[in-house]
């Protein structure tokens, strides 16, 4: 009911001394505010919220004297007649702490009507989204974002301008040819290889010039067109990114260039360099246990390349791979496209595809050095992650998207412990504390002293010695020289 849910909004915004995020509180005793349409247009766009006006924010959030009915008609004419498109929301007049107020409960818009804007400002202007407790207008790309789930985007078919054939991989493409001539029916075996270039959207339709797809799937260095249609990995040596107090601000700071299959295997290699791995001895033979996943990594990664936005106005944005001492995080320029639910992502395959052809071209685009094909293009890449990540026994995958961005974050377990070891296992497994790790990625860098590593780390020598007791125990770290009470003594990564 409107009733309670007007008093549980206004208990919050006193607790805060502010409106909330989805709560719009003013007193309207000199008549419903002017910008109250611009309010209505941000919760349309945004998830929905309630507006409630006969309460004052400057009296500490208590109901004033109003005309309610006269608000409430100018809460419909806003939501009615004052935007497009219209908004149906639920307006009512009701009592709270003995005074009536209006109240208007704005409903999200669906995706397709989106964006909700002010007619009197027009779409550019006039297209609002909801900050902390204002209104902010909507930029270009975000307006852009939300027209294009109104259709189907076609920015990876668009032609490079001044390239040509011979900027393809020669035997790379010759082997997205033959797999099609061998998997996919007498169509493409009945032309000639230029044909099934253009028939697949790797060339324009007039065969002169490479599309953006074509060049990402099979570019010998796509980033000689598209300079920051890339990926950058950065490793922070704190949590929160800030640097550490010897002004170390980044472990490892790399870009990540080439075709897709490249980018997707150096992001990996980047990693794989800034984090530990452990060799589990079973029955089997060794097995490689890494901190992440590699199996994990390289569907995430490939899905932050296939389903990037790839709009003009996203092409100075690059796909951000960030390692953390307690995450990993994943982030691609554009929100998640379609009318699908993100948590839904990780429980059964789902498939809505932004960038159609360059998605159809990874389906037989092999990668480096395997025949593995870069995405399955079946829905199934976040499935994957969930299940890896529980066989590894870590957290399951954190999703965080809004109209700029898509990110996902794999996180370390937030408590230090030994598990036992399964059965003919070698060693134990550990789980390293987020400060471990930091401890760790600072000797990636190589040898460093407890002193050095105290000082960088913000901490005491006695609890730098503890953590490197720990590591020195789990075999992933030791010292440099043979005595440890040498003034020279320092510690250095095993493995």
């Known amino acids: 009911m409107l009733v309670d849910d007007v008093g549980d909004a206004v208990h919050k915004a006193r ?31 945004g998830s929905g919220g309630l507006i409630i006006l006969g309460v004052s924010e400057k009296d500490g959030f208590t109901a004033v004297p109003v005309d309610a009915p006269k608000l409430a008609n100018a809460l419909a004419t806003a939501c009615c007649d004052q935007v497009e498109p219209a908004v149906r929301a639920e307006i009512a007049v009701v009592e709270f702490e003995g005074k009536p107020v209006a109240v208007a409960a704005v409903p999200e818009l669906e995706r397709a009507k989106k964006p909700c804007y002010v007619k009197t400002q027009g779409l550019e202007r006039g297209s609002y989204v909801r900050g902390h407790d204002g209104d902010r207008h909507l930029s270009t790309y975000e307006i852009h974002s939300l027209l294009t789930g109104r259709g189907q985007p076609k920015d990876d078919s668009v032609p490079v301008d001044g390239t040509a054939t011979s900027d393809l991989l020669q035997r790379e493409t ?42 990402l799937a099979l570019g010998r260095f796509p980033q000689q067109f598209l300079p920051q249609l890339n990926v950058t990995f950065v490793a922070f040596p704190t949590i929160d990114a800030r640097p550490m107090a010897d002004g170390t601000r980044f472990l ?152 700029l961005s898509f990110t996902a974050t794999i996180r370390q377990p937030q408590v230090s412990a030994t598990h036992p070891a399964p ?56 010292v440099t020289t043979d005595s440890r009470r040498s003034r020279l003594v320092q510690w250095q990564r095993t493995r």
């Open 174 to 215: 010759t082997a997205f040819v033959q797999r099609l001539r061998d998997t996919r029916g007498q169509v493409f075996v009945e032309v000639s290889d230029e044909q099934v270039l253009r028939m697949t959207g790797v060339l324009a339709p007039d065969g002169s010039t490479v599309t953006v797809a074509g060049l």
């Open 15 to 45: 607790a805060a001394g502010t409106d909330l995020h989805r709560t719009e509180i003013k007193s309207g005793a000199g008549g419903a505010p002017k910008t109250i349409q611009e309010t209505v247009s941000a919760f349309a766009n």
């Open 423 to 478: 059965p003919n296992t070698a060693i134990a497994d550990i789980v390293l504390t987020p400060r471990q790790q930091a401890v760790l990625n600072l000797l990636g860098a190589g040898p460093r002293s407890a002193a050095e590593l105290a000082d960088a780390l913000g901490i005491t020598r006695a609890a730098v010695g503890q953590h490197l007791r720990k590591l020195e125990t789990a075999g992933l770290v030791g």
């Open 252 to 403: 490892d700071n790399v870009p990540v260039d080439g075709p897709i299959p490249q980018m997707v295997e150096g992001a990996w290699a980047a990693l794989g360099r800034n984090v530990t791995r452990r060799a589990i001895v079973n029955g089997m033979g060794r097995e490689d246990v890494w901190e992440y996943p590699p199996r994990a990594v390289r569907e995430l990664v490939a899905n932050a390349l296939m389903h990037r936005d790839y709009h003009p106005l996203a092409q100075g944005s690059q796909v951000r791979v960030e390692l953390y001492p307690d995450r990993l995080e994943i982030t691609s320029p554009g929100g998640l496209y379609g009318a699908i639910n993100a948590e839904a992502l990780q429980r059964s395959p789902i498939t809505s595809t932004r960038n159609l052809f360059l998605a159809r071209l990874l389906e037989d685009v092999a990668m480096p050095h395997s025949e593995q094909v870069v995405a399955e293009n079946r829905g199934t890449g976040l499935f994957v992650v969930a299940n890896e990540l529980e066989r590894s026994g870590l957290p399951p995958l954190e999703i965080k998207t809004n109209l």
